[in-house]
T-cell receptor, first 114, second 117 residues
Framework: AQSVTQLDSQVPVFEEAPVELRCNYS??????LFWYVQYPNQGLQLLLK??????LVKGINGFEAEFNKSQTSFHLRKPSVHISDTAEYFC????????????FGTGTRLTIIP | GAVVSQHPSWVICKSGTSVKIECRSL??????MFWYRQFPKQSLMLMAT?????????EQGVEKDKFLINHASLTLSTLTVTSAHPEDSSFYIC?????????????FGQGTRLTVV
C-alpha cells in the first residue's frame, strides 16, 4: 500500500515570495508522483508529475518539484507566488501500472497575503 | 485533452431521498472510473472503482448498498447515494484513470457538492 504525508495543512505566504509545499510518501513498490491544485468547489487540475528521468519536474503556472528517492520526498516549489495561487494543493502517488488509482495526501492550503 | 464531465455540480436534497451523480467521458472511452469523496478540509478518499460491464469494487468501509455505482457504457458511470443522510454531505469527484506509463494523467470531473438537509 502507498501513503502520502503533507505535513503542512496551511501555508501563508506573502505575494511575490517563494514557497515550498512539502510532500513525503511511503511505498513498497515504485510509484509515480503528482501534484494537483484545487480551487474552491472545483475539481482537480494537474500541476505536474514525475514518471521517470530527470528528478526536477517543471509544471504549469511556474511550479516545479523535485523527486528525492532517498528521502522519499516530492516537494513543490514556486520562486514567486501570486494572489491567484491561493488554493488547496494535493500531493498524490500511484503505482506504475495502467489504470491505477491515486492515493492523496491530506492537502495544503496555500494562502497568499497581499 | 480528454474531458470528464460531471453533473450536477451541486445538489441539495432532503434526508431520506436518493441522488444520482453522472460522470461522462466526452471524447474517450473509459472502461474504469474512480469515485472519490472529499469531506470539508480533508483529502480525497477513494470510495469505489466502477468497471464497465461488471460490478464495482468498493473500498473498505464504503457501503455498497448505499452508494450504488453503475457503469452502463464506456462513456457513462453513475453514483447514486440512496437514502441520503446529513452525514453523506460531501464533495464527490469522479476520475478516469490515466495511463501514467504512457504519459497520460488521470482526468477529473468538476465535482458534485452534495448537501443533505
Amino acid at each position: 500500500a502507498q501513503s502520502v504525508t503533507q505535513l503542512d495543512s496551511q501555508v501563508p505566504v506573502f505575494e511575490e515570495a517563494p514557497v515550498e509545499l512539502r510532500c513525503n510518501y511511503s511505498s513498497s513498490v515504485s510509484v509515480y508522483l503528482f501534484w494537483y491544485v484545487q480551487y474552491p468547489n472545483q475539481g482537480l487540475q494537474l500541476l505536474l508529475k514525475y514518471l521517470s528521468g530527470s528528478t526536477l519536474v517543471k509544471g504549469i503556472n511556474g511550479f516545479e518539484a523535485e523527486f528525492n528517492k532517498s528521502q522519499t520526498s516530492f516537494h513543490l516549489r514556486k520562486p514567486s507566488v501570486h494572489i491567484s495561487d491561493t488554493a488547496e494543493y494535493f500531493c498524490a502517488v500511484s503505482r506504475i501500472f495502467g489504470n491505477e488509482k491515486l492515493t492523496f495526501g491530506t492537502g495544503t492550503r496555500l494562502t497568499i497575503i497581499p | 485533452g480528454a474531458v470528464v464531465s460531471q453533473h450536477p455540480s451541486w445538489v441539495i436534497c432532503k434526508s431520506g431521498t436518493s441522488v444520482k451523480i453522472e460522470c461522462r467521458s466526452l471524447d474517450f472511452q473509459a472502461t474504469t472510473m474512480f469515485w472519490y469523496r472529499q469531506f470539508p478540509k480533508q483529502s480525497l478518499m477513494l470510495m469505489a472503482t466502477s468497471n464497465e460491464g461488471s460490478k464495482a469494487t468498493y473500498e473498505q468501509g464504503v457501503e455498497k448498498d448505499k452508494f450504488l455505482i453503475n457503469h452502463a457504457s464506456l462513456t457513462l458511470s453513475t453514483l447514486t447515494v440512496t437514502s441520503a443522510h446529513p452525514e453523506d454531505s460531501s464533495f464527490y469527484i469522479c476520475s478516469a484513470p490515466g495511463q501514467a506509463n504512457m504519459n497520460t494523467e488521470a482526468f477529473f470531473g468538476q465535482g458534485t457538492r452534495l448537501t443533505v438537509v
